[in-house]
């Protein structure tokens, strides 16, 4: 089984990434054959699209970045784990780049994703209501799970304002991230 799991924040160790590893292990713990992949897309260079519109007919993007990587990765992967935190009341800027570029493959006759793909979404935020980001949760849902790719679990971290380990004070998230990956696998 091969996952590719995207860390959308900056901070390496911060919430996000706590969360996204924890579903990791849960996937591990399933499968402790797993290949993982884990990427912070704050290291990679992604341009933005350029809204060429190359990608319509040939469904490949033209830009030569590290979204090549991604995209490689995106075909053979059987579970992706996307975490991203809340900024500005959207997912983070290096997210939003991701999905962008994914417009190339938008298209379920060109979908450069591996089929029967299965996601995981991880989002933090600071505000402490549960519910606060569900119309961000559902767009992304929208946007990724196209074809016969659906999202198994979607882990909530609430109320993670500034420290940048305080998922780490929340043994019942860190459990809940756990179990996802658990399921997912
Ligand atoms: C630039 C910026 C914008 C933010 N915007 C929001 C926001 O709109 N709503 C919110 O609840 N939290 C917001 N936050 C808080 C983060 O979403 C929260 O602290 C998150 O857990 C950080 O993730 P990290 O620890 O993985 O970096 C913002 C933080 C930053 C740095």
Not at 7 to 20: C, D, F, I, Q, Y
Not at 43 to 71: A, F, H, N, T
Not at 142 to 155: A, F, P, Q, Y
Not at 165 to 171: F, H, K, Q, S, V
Request: hydrophobic residues 40%.
């Amino acid at each position: 089984m091969k996952v590719l799991a995207l860390v959308g924040s900056p901070r390496r160790e911060g919430n996000t990434a706590v969360l996204v590893q924890k579903v990791l292990e849960g996937i591990k713990s399933k499968d402790n054959k797993a290949e993982i992949e884990l990427l912070f897309l704050n290291d990679l260079q992604i341009r933005p699209c350029q809204s060429c519109y190359s990608c319509l007919s040939s469904g490949i993007c033209v830009q030569e970045d590290d979204m090549r990587l991604i995209y490689k990765s995106l075909a053979t992967a059987n579970i992706l784990v996307v975490g991203t935190p809340i900024y500005m009341e959207y997912v983070s800027a290096q997210t939003k780049l991701f999905i962008d570029r994914l417009f190339s493959s938008a298209h379920e006759q060109r979908s450069s994703f591996q089929s029967g793909m299965r996601i995981v979404l991880v989002f933090t935020w600071g505000w402490d209501k549960i519910d606060g980001y569900d119309d961000v949760i559902d767009e992304v849902k929208g946007i990724l799970t196209s074809g016969d790719r659906k999202v198994v679990g979607v882990v909530k971290g609430v109320g993670l304002r500034y420290r940048k380990t305080e998922a780490l004070d929340l043994p019942e998230l860190l459990k809940e991230a756990f179990e996802v990956g658990k399921k997912v696998a």
